[in-house]
């Protein structure tokens, strides 16, 4: 057997494993489905963290469909919320008199959130939901509202599923979390 190398021995502890995950997803899939009928949804991925969750999900959304992406950076290298909001890459479309739903990996303070909401809403959306992989409801500074939520965690931070630290571990299956570090 092949010997274990430091990546390997140093993975995040599973929180959320891979088959909850999927079916989770393909859950918020059928209910997004059934909430849309056959209206056609305007689907925001916000980059980086979202676009594994977001590519998983689309594939159980039966309903025309059309693709945005959004770059957001919030966090630099650190592990607490700056509150500050760049964006790293625009919409390409007008979202006037669309079904948006913003489809996010992590809601945390919710000021990334709140930022969106704002700065989406004057752009006339006919309707405009949030959906978000993770809530970290202890941690909300914001009243936001979510729509749809993958799973509700708590103050840890996570990686893995599209998530990163860093920008590392976004390739694995499962939410981990990473002990020891602050
Ligand atoms: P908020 O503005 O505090 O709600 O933070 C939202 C963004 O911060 C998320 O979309 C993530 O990109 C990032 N973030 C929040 N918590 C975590 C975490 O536990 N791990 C990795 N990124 C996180
Ligand atoms: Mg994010």
Do not use: W
Request: aromatic share 10%; net charge negative.
């Amino acid at each position: 057997m092949s010997q274990e190398n430091e990546y390997q021995m140093n993975l995040p502890k599973v929180l959320i494993p891979e088959v909850k995950i999927q079916s989770r997803v393909k859950e918020l899939g059928e209910q997004i489905t059934q909430d849309y009928q056959d209206r056609e949804i305007t689907a925001i991925c916000v980059l980086k963290g979202s676009f594994v969750f977001f590519s998983d999900l689309i594939r159980h959304i039966d309903t025309p469909l059309s693709c945005e992406f959004l770059g957001l950076s919030s966090y630099g290298n650190k592990m607490v919320s700056s509150g500050e909001v760049k964006v790293t890459l625009d919409l390409n479309e007008p979202l006037d008199g669309k079904d948006v739903i913003i489809f996010e990996d992590i809601v945390d303070s919710g000021l990334t959130l709140e930022y969106l909401l704002k700065s989406f809403v004057t752009r006339n959306p006919r309707s405009l939901r949030v959906c978000s992989l993770l809530l970290k409801k202890e941690c909300l500074k914001t009243d936001v509202e979510l729509d749809y939520v993958g799973f509700e965690i708590g103050k840890e931070f996570v990686v893995g599923y599209g998530v990163d630290y860093a920008e590392k571990y976004r390739g694995l299956p499962y939410i981990g979390y990473i002990e020891n570090e602050h």
